[in-house]
C-alpha cells in the first residue's frame, strides 16, 4: 500500500512540474506574441518601403556594370546584363521602320522565337514606362512583319539565331512582309 501512495505522490509530483512547463511556454508563447504585435507597431506602411526600395535600386543601377538600365529597372533586365558581362548573352539590335534601334538581349543558343518573345517583351516594358498602347496584337505583328538579317528572313520560329549567322551585336530589320495577290 505504501507503494501505491509513493506512486501517486510521484505521478502528482509530475502533473504539477508538467503544469508549471504548460504555463511557463503559455507565458514565453505570450511574450513573444507581445514582441510580434509591437514589431508590427514598428513596421513601415508599405509605400514607405517601396521608396526605400526604389532608392536602393537607384543607387545600384548606377554601379557601371548595370548603368545602361532604365531607373524602373525588373529583375529580368539585371540578369540580363549579368549574363551579357558573363558572356553567357548576346545583344541583337533590332531596326524598326520609324528609325528607331531596339538593344535586345538574348542567351548566346537562342532560336528565332526567343528573339521574338524578347521583343515582346522589351516593347511591353517599353510601353509600360512610357504609358503607351495598352494592348498590343502579336499575333497581327508577326503575321504583318517578318525579321530580316542580311537580306535573309528569319523564317523558322526554331532555328538558332547563330545558325543565320547572328553573333553580338549584329543588327536584324524588322520588315513588313509584302502582301501575295
Not at 19 to 28: F, T
Request: aromatic content about 6%.
Amino acid at each position: 500500500m505504501m507503494e501505491e501512495q509513493s506512486q501517486d505522490t510521484a505521478g502528482g509530483a509530475q502533473t504539477a512540474k508538467e503544469e508549471e512547463v504548460d504555463k511557463g511556454n503559455l507565458a514565453d508563447m505570450a511574450a513573444v506574441d507581445a514582441d510580434a504585435q509591437e514589431e508590427d507597431e514598428d513596421a513601415l506602411p508599405h509605400s514607405e518601403i517601396l521608396d526605400i526600395f526604389e532608392e536602393g535600386l537607384a543607387r545600384l543601377v548606377q554601379d557601371p556594370l548595370l548603368c545602361d538600365l532604365p531607373i524602373q529597372v525588373t529583375l529580368e533586365e539585371v540578369n540580363s546584363q549579368i549574363a551579357l558581362e558573363y558572356g553567357q548573352a548576346m545583344t541583337v539590335k533590332v531596326l524598326k521602320a520609324d528609325g528607331e534601334i531596339m538593344p535586345i538581349v538574348v542567351v548566346q543558343n537562342a532560336t528565332v522565337l526567343d528573339l521574338k518573345k524578347a521583343i515582346r517583351r522589351f516593347m511591353e516594358l517599353k510601353q509600360q514606362r512610357e504609358g503607351g498602347v495598352k494592348h498590343v496584337s502579336w499575333r497581327y505583328v508577326w503575321r504583318t512583319y517578318h525579321l530580316v538579317f542580311q537580306g535573309e528572313k528569319l523564317e523558322d520560329d526554331k532555328m538558332r539565331l547563330k545558325d543565320y549567322g547572328i553573333r553580338n551585336r549584329d543588327e536584324v530589320t524588322f520588315m513588313k512582309r509584302l502582301r501575295k495577290k
